[in-house]
């Protein structure tokens, strides 16, 4: 059947939708399968193919080739759209499970496809067509700023246009708080994710993303994009305040002067962009220490205490300047946190020094319990960053020997007294485990045993009680237990908190 029709759908289609022609043949020759199905009073299967060239399509009528082992016995399942292997052999030897046969029927008319069902098959297959197109223009941007005009607002929600049918999704919880944005503003974005999905927003962006600071001055900024200046990092409070750590990759040149720019032009562009966001440009440092007292700026840190094994350091500062250390809400000691990757605690420079001078007075009296020494040797120990007797034991000698005043002999008798000492509590410990008796509700409770118990009790576990406020971890950290024997164990001892 010839349909010139057909073409002229096509080639409108394709040009005002901008996709693939090819697309919407497909479109229309699913859409004319859908009416050759309604049409039958009998469920079957219909394939129709259209040639490009001169709109003319033929409709086939199939039926799926079956296994006659796999059908219910012997026999198709549903005739009207199946065939058994060997009856389909007959006409065909070479023919194949799961291939069709066809046969050539009569063809419905293109003109009588007004029908909503069909206008809906095309109308449906062209939209796949477009949002599968912007998601394939969009994914290789992802992590780039990009600039719409505000479409519509939902719920605290913003809708972009972003020109050419394609739409960007701002959620709430991505917009900057209290900012005032009305339909037609022009407004940037990070564009932080593109999904294919059948409804609703596929390319995702965000106001409130630190990489969308970095990215404004990148825009700002020519250094940047030059590479004689390079952004380490970024932490914002959107809408309210931010810091940008850079970092300059030429001697010559001042990298927070250029981020500045000439009375502040620079940065107050991208403050005014984020909706009169405060900026402040930290200089970057290899030395972690001095990188946090640069992000703490403008509060003046007087001592820094370095705790590798947590990652974190507790900052003094004066009394007078406590409060812009931490500043509003704890906004400053938090992002300069976020900054750096460390975890910052903020002191009182008074009330550190007196608990620190309290710490070495607590050390300097343990060495000189366990070690037996005189308060000048215990001072000097604790001044040396010395606190505890494991560490004088196993310390190499090479770092006690250069202590000035600390002769071999005084070092190898420290070393000496330290093991004695160390011995002499291992075997208290021992003695104290071996003298606790678990509670008779825990050596009777099901699932333990009496090793167990002992085992228990000797860590401070003594009752069903005391277990039953124990967590998983802890268990399996106490007794080497594996993690489902220990949650058995627990709850067998809370049942008479269900109770």
């Not at 999904?195 to 106001?207: D, M, W």
């Not at 099901?446 to 268990?475: F, N």
Request: proline residues 3%; aromatic residues 4%; glycine residues 6%.
């Amino acid at each position: 059947m010839a349909n010139k029709e057909i073409l002229l759908v096509a080639e409108v289609f394709s040009n005002e939708r901008e996709i693939d022609k090819e697309i919407v043949f497909q479109a229309i020759e699913s859409a004319l399968e859908a009416a050759t199905v309604k049409r039958h009073v009998n469920v079957i299967k219909a394939r129709v193919e259209i040639n490009r060239k001169t709109g003319d399509y033929v409709t086939y009528r199939q039926w799926e080739v079956v296994d006659a082992n796999a059908a219910c016995a012997g026999d198709v399942e549903s005739p009207t759209t199946q065939v058994l292997l060997e009856v389909a052999r007959l006409d065909d030897p070479n023919i194949q499970v799961g291939q069709f046969v066809e046969e050539e029927i009569e063809s419905v008319d293109f003109g009588r496809i007004a029908a909503q069902t069909a206008k809906q098959v095309i109308i449906h297959k062209v939209r796949e067509a477009e949002r599968l197109k912007i998601v394939d223009a969009y994914k290789e941007r992802v992590g780039e700023l990009i600039t719409g005009i505000v479409k519509r607002i939902e719920k605290g929600s913003v809708y972009l246009d972003l020109g050419g049918h394609v739409e960007a999704y701002i959620a709430k919880e991505d917009m900057i708080p209290r900012e005032a944005i009305r339909i037609g503003d022009r407004i940037r974005g990070y564009l932080k994710d593109v999904r294919s999905e059948p409804r609703g927003p596929q390319l995702f962006v965000s106001r409130t993303a630190p990489e969308l600071l970095i990215a404004l001055f990148k825009l700002e900024v020519p250094e940047v994009g030059e590479g004689l200046i390079s952004i380490l990092g970024a932490a914002r409070d959107p809408g309210s305040r931010a810091k940008l750590a850079v970092k300059s990759n030429d001697p010559r040149l001042d990298p927070v002067g250029a981020c500045v720019g000439m009375r502040g032009s620079r940065v107050q562009s991208v403050t005014n962009e984020l909706a009169g966001e405060r900026v402040d440009i930290i200089l970057w440092n290899p030395s972690e220490a001095q990188y946090v007292i640069n992000a703490m700026l403008p509060a003046e840190i007087q001592s820094i205490v370095v705790d590798e094994d947590k990652h974190s350091m507790d900052l003094a500062v004066g009394a007078d300047n406590l409060s812009q250390a931490i500043g509003r809400g704890g906004q400053n000691v938090r992002l300069a946190s976020q900054l750096t990757g460390w975890e910052l605690n903020v002191l009182d420079a008074s009330k550190a020094e007196l608990s620190a001078e309290a710490e070495v007075g607590k050390i300097k009296q343990l060495f000189i319990d366990q070690l037996d020494v005189d308060e000048d040797i215990a001072q000097i120990l604790a001044e040396e960053g010395f606190i505890s007797v494991e560490e004088i034991a196993y310390v190499p000698v090479s770092e006690m020997l250069d202590i000035d005043g600390f002769d071999e002999d005084l070092v190898n008798e420290l070393r000496s007294r330290a093991k004695d000492a160390l011995l002499i509590s291992a075997i208290a410990f021992e003695e104290k485990i071996d003298s606790v008796e678990p509670a008779k509700d825990l050596l009777e409770m099901d699932g333990m045993d009496t090793d167990l118990a002992y085992e228990l009790a000797g860590q401070g576990v003594i009752t069903m009680e005391d277990l039953a406020e124990q967590a998983v971890d802890d268990l399996v950290s106490l007794l080497g237990i594996d993690e489902q024997r220990a949650a058995k164990l627990i709850m067998k001892a809370r049942e008479p908190w269900f109770a």
